[in-house]
């Protein structure tokens, strides 16, 4: 599933073809993802010239001189493909430049979205109003002030993302670990001191898998290049019995239906 470094990345790639452009022609291939696409999506796209691309939480933005803001969720399996010699299966909406640039967006399992939405009223949008703060922008009072007397596992409610928007299973137990703080500790009993480790941590772990995605776009150039994925490596994330840096073993549990991944003898 993309997260937050994907998203980046993927905004990021898109806006090396886009940025600046003007959009000759849309075509939906299909009615709806997740949800039915906006009716009017190609009347209002087609000949509007983006101006440009934005992140917010797991959102992608890509704004118009009409004053209209695509908004784009990848869901679970959605990636852009740029400059697409052909359609592929799965293809559900293609954006092309006067220039003759092409833009794929990709989503075998359509839990993705895609909506135009007013840049002016785009705060007030129900999705994107209902977000907390961006994990790269908190800060460690701000972060101790929202998880004030909550009892949920800290694993949790980072996961929230009304506490604090874009963070996903990789990165929150990735952060965790690093932190060594253990991911069934009740949010609110993390002290102040614990969270000016975390919140670094966070700060880091994004920072150095966008930076490892920024690496991978450089093959963006080449024709049926894909946005949003890209190895990594974890330090606990699915692996599960195999040997943490400070030498206990990693474990993995379920919370809230997904798992965890952590170490016993390093995160308290
Ligand atoms: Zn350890």
Redesign the pocket.
């Known amino acids: 599933m993309p997260e937050l470094p994907e998203v980046e990345t993927t905004v990021r790639g898109l806006a090396r073809v886009i940025e600046g452009r003007r959009i000759a022609s849309v075509e939906a291939r299909r009615p709806d993802l997740r949800r039915a696409l906006p009716e009017d999506l190609g009347q209002r796209l087609t000949g509007a010239r983006v101006i440009g691309l934005r992140r917010r939480a797991k959102y992608g933005l890509i704004d118009t001189d009409r004053g209209d803001t695509l908004v784009f969720h990848l869901g679970m399996s959605g990636h852009w493909r740029i400059d697409p010699s052909e359609t592929a299966k799965h293809d559900h909406f293609i954006i092309e430049t006067g220039e003759g640039r092409r833009l794929a967006l990709n989503d075998a399992r359509r839990f993705g979205s895609l909506d135009l939405v007013r840049t002016e009223e785009l705060d007030e949008w129900p999705a994107i109003k209902a977000l907390g703060p961006e994990p790269l922008e908190i800060d460690a009072r701000e972060l101790k002030r929202r998880l004030g007397g909550r009892k949920a596992a800290i694993k949790l409610l980072l996961l929230d993302q009304r506490i604090v928007a874009g963070l996903g299973n990789i990165y929150v137990c990735e952060a965790l670990h690093r932190a060594g703080i253990h991911p069934t500790r009740a949010g609110g009993s993390v002290s102040l001191a614990r969270l000016e480790r975390l919140v670094p941590a966070i700060h880091d772990v994004l920072a150095e898998a966008i930076a490892a995605g920024g690496s991978t776009l450089r093959d963006f150039a080449a024709p049926d290049g894909e946005l949003g994925y890209f190895p990594k490596s974890f330090a606990v994330y699915d692996r599960e019995g195999q040997r943490?840096?400070?030498g206990?073993t990693v474990k993995r549990i379920v919370q809230g239906g997904r798992s965890t991944f952590y170490?016993p003898?390093?995160?308290r």
Do not use: S, V
């Open positions: 943490c840096a400070c206990g170490c003898a390093c995160q």
